[in-house]
């Protein structure tokens, strides 16, 4: 089973900010797995599905795949991400998390199998509750000043700028030749 996290802020009043682009992608993924945020556990809305055929690879497992929204402040999402894995018994190195990223440009993407937070509140939390570094995380560049006076992230309800582009690659395949490994 793959666990992805997508963080962001709880409500109606974050709904459309740009930090919340970790809940965007993680419900567009959700859409494309035939899954809906239906559950909630451990202070977090989740969903179940099928990782799509065209994504599965021999790093796929069993093709299960659970999305989670934690609903606590982004900040403080390390204990719903401690205890979902601890209760699904989800292994790190089958776990990514989604997170926004000022520091990088506009559309911009970051994958990293480990690393520290850089800045980022809500992985310091996730690093702290899990006592360790070595999980996937994919930073989304939502870029700084000048892109939060934009309105990029103003999109309809379910969509997303960067949960719409087409990826290449998927977290869970990739190719052999990559300097990095996540399964």
């Not at 459309?16 to 993680?26: K, L, S, Y």
């Not at 797995?33 to 969903?47: I, L, M, P, V």
């Not at 599905?49 to 929204?69: F, T």
């Not at 926004?100 to 199998?113: A, C, E, I």
């Amino acid at each position: 089973m793959k666990l992805i996290v997508g963080l962001g802020n709880p409500g109606r009043k974050y709904e459309q900010t740009r930090h919340n682009v970790g809940f965007r992608i993680a419900e567009r993924l959700a859409e494309l797995a035939g899954a809906a945020f239906d559950r909630r556990k451990f202070e977090a809305e989740y969903a179940e599905g099928r990782i799509p055929e065209r994504h599965a690879g021999p790093a796929s497992g069993d093709g299960k795949l659970m999305l989670l929204k934690p609903q606590a402040f982004m900040n403080l999402s390390g204990a719903a991400v401690r205890d979902f894995c601890g209760y699904f018994k989800v292994a790190r190195e089958d776990l990514l998390v989604v997170a926004d990223d000022v520091n990088l440009p506009l559309g911009q993407l970051r994958l990293r199998r480990d690393g520290s937070a850089g800045g980022h509140n809500g992985l310091r939390d996730i690093e702290a509750q899990l006592g360790a570094q070595d999980y996937a995380r994919l930073r989304v560049g939502v870029g700084g000043a000048k892109a939060a006076r934009s309105a990029w992230w103003r999109t309809s309800p379910g969509t997303c700028w960067a949960a719409s582009r087409p990826m290449k690659k998927s977290w869970w395949r990739r190719p052999s030749s990559a300097p990095w490994r996540l399964a």
